[in-house]
């Protein structure tokens, strides 16, 4: 069974865990457009943002203050079958119903989130370590309304940086960037 936020987790998926695939140890050092994160860093808040991701569909809580580090035996592996875990916990409809009791928010919204996250790291990954990055147009067309009415909130809570320029012809993904922080090359 499928929801349409798995499918689009899925798509997302297919995109982010060849960039976290292909990154050397010799990069973990590297810096990110989240300038408050290298790669090792970007790596472990990713890689436990997929993990909580799966107890929030499940409405069960999650630490979000916990630093653990997951970057240790095969990784790499870990992090696709933990992905492959979140998009799976998202494809039950049950998933999609009702509030976060977490979170405080419609599992509509976690559910987005998650994906934004996916997206987005996976960019800010690939800009870190110069691996090729380009994410699914249903995606970006999914999520970018979502990311700009929930920029402000975002910024709020520490999560976004103040938004950046964009020219007028920027496509969606550039203007997705930009409500988050972020300023595309």
Not at 23 to 43: A, F, H, M, S
Not at 80 to 92: C, I, L
Not at 154 to 164: I, K, N, V, Y
Request: glycine share 8%; charged share 20%; with cysteine.
């Amino acid at each position: 069974m499928t929801t349409r936020i798995s499918e689009l987790l899925a798509a997302a998926a297919e995109r982010t865990v060849p960039v976290v695939q292909g990154i050397d140890d010799k990069q973990l050092g590297n810096p990110t457009p989240c300038t408050e994160y290298q790669v090792r860093d970007l790596l472990n808040h990713l890689f436990q943002g997929v993990v909580n991701f799966q107890a929030l569909a499940a409405k069960q809580p999650v630490d979000w203050a916990a630093t653990p580090d997951f970057l240790d035996g095969d990784w790499r592996s870990r992090f696709a079958e933990e992905t492959g875990k979140m998009v799976e916990a998202w494809s039950d409809p049950a998933a999609i119903e009702g509030d976060n009791p977490a979170m405080g928010m419609p599992q509509e919204l976690v559910a987005n989130l998650a994906l934004v996250d996916l997206t987005v790291h996976g960019w800010d990954l690939s800009e870190g370590t110069g691996r090729p990055y380009t994410p699914s147009p249903e995606v970006v067309a999914a999520i970018g309304p979502f990311t700009e009415q929930m920029a402000p909130m975002g910024r709020e809570m520490g999560a976004f940086a103040e938004m950046t320029d964009f020219p007028p012809d920027a496509d969606d993904f550039v203007r997705l960037l930009a409500h988050t922080g972020r300023k595309a090359a």
